[in-house]
């Protein structure tokens, strides 16, 4: 977990200096939700936070949510990880196992958070992988079903093409990471399932 110390250590003096933030919503993740440039003008009426950090693996994220999360105090996590877990060799049952581990913390902050799954994204770079992600999805999403505070953003199926591809106007030149256009259409998914962290 080295690699990822010095933006964790950036991410810690960001919290440090801002929190708490009880009413916030902590967007957590990959570089994702780290490269996600646009997100409060995307989300201009809610109070959130920016707590991405690249090349992060769903296992990363729980390694270090106590360092980042906690402080914050928000009310809300969106949380956005697992393809890389998955882009390293990890089976879709150990990136659930790393799931539940996160979840066992996030239950465990005291008073409570809501938190919202975004479902791991299919991609031109990682296509090969489609099979592992959906089943990853699906085992997500059948252990949020166990969560009452807990909800599911499908972003999969939005950002396949009719030819039942990903959809590459979406995608950055690396066919990997999201373009603005991506970001547009994971802001309207999300706008649609905010009740779920708002």
Same mark, same amino acid.
């Given at each position: 977990? !080295?690699?990822?110390?010095?933006? /964790? &250590?950036?991410?810690?003096?960001? $919290?440090?200096?801002?929190?708490?933030?009880?009413?916030?919503?902590?967007?957590?993740?990959?570089?994702?939700?780290?490269?996600?440039? $646009?997100? *409060?003008? !995307?989300?201009?009426?809610?109070? =959130? =936070?920016?707590? %991405?950090? *690249? %090349?992060?693996?769903?296992?990363? @994220?729980?390694?270090?949510?106590?360092?980042?999360? +906690?402080? @914050?105090?928000?009310?809300?996590?969106v949380f956005y990880a697992g393809d890389n877990d998955l882009g390293d060799g990890r089976s879709p049952e150990q990136v659930l196992d790393s799931f539940r581990s996160l979840r066992s913390? =996030? #239950?465990?902050?005291?008073?409570? #958070? &809501?938190?919202?799954? #975004?479902?791991?994204?299919?991609?031109?770079?990682?296509?090969?992988?489609?099979?592992?992600? #959906?089943?990853?999805?699906?085992? /997500? &999403?059948?252990?949020?079903?166990?969560?009452?505070?807990? *909800?599911?953003?499908? =972003?999969?199926?939005?950002?396949?093409?009719?030819?039942? &591809? +990903?959809? +590459?106007?979406?995608?950055?030149?690396?066919?990997?990471h999201l373009n603005p256009a991506g970001y547009r259409l994971w802001t309207e998914r999300l706008s649609a399932e905010r009740a779920k962290f708002t």
């Open positions: 977990m !080295d690699w990822y110390e010095y933006e /964790v &250590r950036d991410l810690e003096q960001i $919290t440090r200096a801002n929190a708490p933030l009880p009413d916030a919503i902590a967007f957590y993740g990959s570089s994702s939700i780290r490269l996600w440039t $646009t997100l *409060g003008d !995307d989300f201009p009426d809610l109070p =959130v =936070v920016n707590l %991405g950090f *690249g %090349g992060s693996t769903l296992e990363a @994220c729980a390694y270090f949510f106590d360092r980042l999360i +906690p402080p @914050c105090r928000p009310r809300a996590i913390k =996030v #239950v465990a902050i005291p008073g409570g #958070v &809501r938190f919202l799954f #975004v479902s791991i994204k299919p991609s031109p770079a990682r296509w090969h992988l489609r099979d592992r992600i #959906v089943k990853t999805n699906d085992l /997500v &999403r059948a252990e949020l079903a166990t969560w009452p505070e807990a *909800g599911y953003a499908d =972003v999969y199926h939005p950002m396949l093409g009719p030819d039942g &591809r +990903p959809r +590459p106007e979406l995608f950055e030149p690396d066919m990997l």
